[in-house]
């Protein structure tokens, strides 16, 4: 089985190294390498020259975005499979011979694996597959930084669509969830991920992005589905826009007097967990722990804050929401467990009561 690993870089000096380091120190021998560069101006393409060797194709040129180059890519790749590597990330040692044993036992078209999430050059968490391609799911989290697919499924679904310039990997999933392909979750750790501080505004527009493409391919069917979760998931992204171009002229004592001066405990420990003990830690706030439904997670550490079993927990503490997708859910199940209103708020809440209250502004989609 031959892999063909496709990272796609613009001035990525200060991470690319470990990246491509991770690609040719793997034991597997059967790779070809392929790096398609933006044009990139900070000292990259001297990095990739360094190992021209262990690359089978670069190219340095101009190219219309995120999803052109990972094009060119894929169509120079001459792998049995593809994998879509960023430049900022780095594969686990030998993982490509463990990939390669999964699609040799379970006959998949696709292996998708575990993610481990790093922030600030800290671990913060794994994020496991949730790739059911038997279900509808409005936002597909194949994770394509820990995705392998084999050649064939490009050859019957395309490649992206350049028309969408933030999200074009959320539409190709939903050709493959159409399709009706074979994925394998994996539980492994593939891939080493850097959280990186995307813009308020990029998030915002990515989920106009996922707005459309989920009415292009999920209406009429699920048209209520669609509306439902996109309209509120537009007007958290619409204030967290507004709220990070707000954030320098916000007086923090409005944060700190909404979160209260209590330890707090967070609850969730994705994306938005690691950036609420951020934005925590920057107003000088104590972080008591995690907390999770996740089993897995139970009694693990994210950078030295265990994650601790809901049902376990003392109904005095206060606790800080801080996972969007079932912030309703959540707030159900504290109710079910006895804890007061006074005793959680949620950080998106938070965020958006302080651009309020600083700016007199409104949030609201149409």
Not at 290 to 308: G, Q, T
Request: with cysteine; hydrophobic share 35%; aromatic share 12%.
């Amino acid at each position: 089985m031959k892999f063909s690993i496709v990272t796609v870089c613009l001035n990525s000096a200060d991470t690319i190294r470990q990246t491509i380091e991770s690609v040719v120190h793997q034991q597997n021998e059967n790779i070809e390498y392929i790096i398609i560069d933006g044009g990139s101006t900070d000292g990259t393409v001297d990095i990739i020259k360094e190992y021209g060797d262990e690359i089978s194709f670069w190219v340095s040129e101009k190219d219309n975005g995120l999803y052109d180059a990972m094009n060119k890519g894929i169509v120079k790749a001459s792998g049995d499979v593809i994998s879509l590597l960023n430049s900022d990330d780095w594969y686990e040692p030998n993982i490509l011979e463990r990939v390669k044993e999964y699609f040799e036992t379970y006959k998949v078209d696709m292996v998708c694996g575990s993610i481990r999430n790093i922030l600030d050059n800290e671990e913060f968490g794994i994020t496991a597959p949730r790739y059911d391609l038997g279900e509808l799911h409005l936002r597909v989290q194949c994770m394509p930084p820990a995705l392998f697919c084999r050649k064939s499924v490009y050859d019957q679904i395309g490649l992206f669509n350049t028309e969408f310039k933030i999200t074009s990997d959320f539409e190709w999933e939903m050709k493959v969830w159409q399709t009706g392909l074979s994925c394998y979750n994996a539980a492994d750790i593939f891939t080493n991920f850097r959280l990186s501080g995307t813009s308020g505004q990029r998030k915002y527009l990515a989920m106009l992005e996922n707005y459309e493409i989920a009415k292009r391919y999920l209406t009429p069917k699920y048209q209520k589905e669609v509306d439902t979760f996109y309209s509120e998931r537009l007007e958290s992204c619409f204030y967290e826009q507004s709220f990070e171009e707000q954030l320098k002229n916000i007086d923090k004592n409005v944060l700190l007097n909404i979160f209260g001066d209590e330890e707090l405990y967070i609850w969730g420990t994705g994306i938005q967990g690691a950036l609420c003990l951020h934005t925590m830690e920057q107003l000088e706030l104590k972080c008591a722990g995690f907390v999770d439904n996740d089993k897995r997670k139970w009694n693990s550490k994210i950078k030295n804050y265990l994650i601790y079993e809901p049902v376990k927990l003392d109904k005095s503490i206060k606790i800080c929401i801080a996972a969007r997708e079932y912030n309703t859910q959540i707030k159900e199940q504290l109710v079910d467990l006895g804890y007061l209103p006074d005793r959680y708020v949620e950080f998106s809440e938070v965020m958006k009561q302080a651009v309020m209250k600083e700016t007199g502004i409104r949030y609201m989609v149409d």
